[in-house]
C-alpha cells in the first residue's frame, strides 16, 4: 500500500469516502459482530460475489441479491436448480455471474453440513478469532493485510469441506465484515466502543 495516503476521511475509514451507502454500511454494520446464520451465509456469499470486483460494486446490488436468492435463507438456496441458475443469469440486480452463482447454491448446502455438524455457521466460524500476534498493533492503512495465517486455515477448512470461492483474501474480507477482527482504522471514530 502506499503509505502516503492519509488513512481517516471525515473521522472515518478512508475507504467510504462521502457516499452515502458507502458511510451507512462503515457506520452501521462493518466490523460489528454478526451472530445469525442467515446474515453470516449472506456475508460470505456477497464476499465471494466480490471477487475481482469493488466491495461498493456488490454494496449496490445488496438487495438485489437479497430478493433473488431469497433473503440468503440456506435452506432455500440449498434447493435451487439449474433452472433457478438461468433465472439469475437475466437478473440485472446481481451480477451474473454463473460460476458464483452456482457457487452460492452449492455453500448453501455446505452450510447446512456445518450447521449440523456446529449447530450453527455462528459456532463454526467463532473458532477462527485471529490471535493478538497476528494483528497490527497499529491499524492503519499500511498495516492491513488482505489475508491473514487465520483467513488462510479459514479458507482450507471450507474448501477442505467443499465450499467455492473462498479464498484467504474473501476470508478475510468477511472477517472483517462480521466483526471476527477489528479493522477501523486508529481515529475512527467507530474503531472504539463500536461493538
Given amino acids: 500500500m502506499n503509505t502516503n495516503k492519509p488513512s481517516l476521511h471525515n473521522g472515518r475509514c478512508f475507504w467510504c469516502g462521502d457516499d452515502e451507502l458507502y458511510v451507512h454500511y462503515h457506520d452501521v454494520e462493518w466490523g460489528k459482530p454478526v451472530y445469525d ?4 451465509f449472506e456475508k460470505i456469499c456477497l464476499e465471494g460475489f466480490q471477487s475481482g470486483l469493488s466491495w461498493y ?5 445488496r438487495e438485489g441479491f437479497r430478493k433473488a436468492f431469497k433473503q440468503f435463507d440456506i435452506s432455500t438456496v440449498s434447493q435451487f436448480t439449474a433452472s433457478d441458475v438461468e433465472r439469475l443469469l ?3 440486480g446481481i451480477i451474473r455471474h454463473r460460476g458464483k452463482i452456482e457457487a452460492t447454491i452449492h ?4 452450510a447446512i453440513e456445518l450447521i449440523q455438524e456446529f449447530g450453527s455457521l455462528n459456532d463454526y466460524f467463532g473458532q477462527f478469532v485471529p490471535p493478538e500476534s497476528e494483528r497490527p498493533a497499529v491499524v492503519m492503512r499500511e498495516t492491513i493485510p488482505s489475508a491473514t495465517p487465520t483467513s488462510t486455515r479459514l479458507s482450507k477448512d471450507l474448501k477442505k469441506r467443499g465450499w467455492k470461492f473462498v479464498g484467504p483474501t474473501t476470508c478475510y474480507a468477511f472477517m472483517q465484515a462480521m466483526g471476527l477482527v477489528n479493522d477501523h482504522m486508529e481515529g475512527c471514530i467507530y474503531r472504539h466502543g463500536h461493538r
Fill in 37 to 40: 446464520d442467515t446474515r453470516l
Fill in 57 to 61: 460494486t456488490i454494496l449496490k446490488r
Fill in 90 to 92: 437475466q437478473d440485472d
Fill in 107 to 110: 455453500n448453501a448446502q455446505r
